[in-house]
Antibody, heavy 121, light 110 residues
Framework: EVQLAESGGGLVQPGGSLRLSCAAS????????MSWVRQAPGKGLEWVAN????????YYVDSVKGRFSISRDNAKNSLYLQMSNLRVEDTAVYYC??????????????WGQGTLVTVSS | QTMVTQEPSLSVSPGGTITFTCGLR?????????TSWYQQTPGQAPRTLIY???TRSSGVPDRFSGSILGNKAALTITGAQADDESDYYC??????????FGGGTKLTVL
């Protein structure tokens, strides 16, 4: 069974840093792009970042560029999101998702259960 | 910035049929864009329903279907059930590694 399990969320002050982790199991992690998607309280889903299988290519939503960094360790079947200079508006549940791709398009499947990040003083 | 539109809310009677749409504020969502659909009940992680516009994800019942209707992508539930009451999100792959979600539709089954 494919499983994704996030950890590392918590309460952090504005301007602070936090590192999220996602442990993957049940599939060949190194074969897939991976993604982070977040959801602010009471709001919709927002794509945050993607990373290629070997970590060589990364994409970010504009609002986190220069502050967040996505990475992976294929030997540990793990995905990470290093978040720095956090803002109140970064408060959200952060989901790890496997990014499936065909030759022409991509989608998210499956999803982890999420980890809550709260940025507040 | 690409804006993806969805109905804020919809309602359906048990056993009825309901169609959600997903469009582009700036124009037509043609075959150039592939749409995926996700279901999310409160407090739960999203669940993938449809990808590549019309392909059901593993384990998704065939009463969920995806299509293109005019200049929008569509998700149709045929024979709605009480546990279909959820939020539904569409997402577009814009190419170049970039994705965008619609604002979501809250479905009430009553």
């Amino acid at each position: 069974e494919v499983q994704l399990a996030e950890s590392g969320g918590g309460l952090v002050q504005p301007g602070g840093s936090l590192r999220l982790s996602c442990a993957a199991s049940g599939f060949t992690f190194s074969d897939y792009w991976m993604s982070w998607v977040r959801q602010a309280p009471g709001k919709g889903l927002e794509w945050v970042a993607n990373i290629k299988q070997d970590g060589s290519v990364k994409y970010y939503v504009d609002s986190v560029k220069g502050r967040f960094s996505i990475s992976r360790d294929n030997a540990k079947n793990s995905l990470y999101l290093q978040m720095s200079n956090l803002r109140v508006e970064d408060t959200a549940v952060y989901y790890c998702a496997r990014r499936d791709c065909s030759s022409t398009n991509c989608w998210f499947d499956p999803w982890g259960q999420g980890t809550l990040v709260t940025v507040s003083s | 910035q690409t804006m993806v539109t969805q109905e804020p809310s919809l309602s359906v009677s048990p056993g009825g049929t309901i169609t959600f749409t997903c469009g582009l504020r700036s124009g037509s969502l043609s075959s150039n864009y592939y749409t995926s659909w996700y279901q999310q009940t409160p407090g739960q992680a999203p669940r993938t329903l449809i990808y590549s516009t019309n392909t059901r994800s593993s384990g998704v019942p065939d009463r969920f279907s995806g299509s293109i209707l005019g200049n929008k992508a569509a998700l149709t539930i045929t024979g709605a059930q009480a546990d279909d009451e959820s939020d539904y999100y569409c997402a577009l792959y814009l190419g170049g590694g970039i994705e965008v979600f619609g604002g979501g539709t809250k479905l009430t089954v009553l």
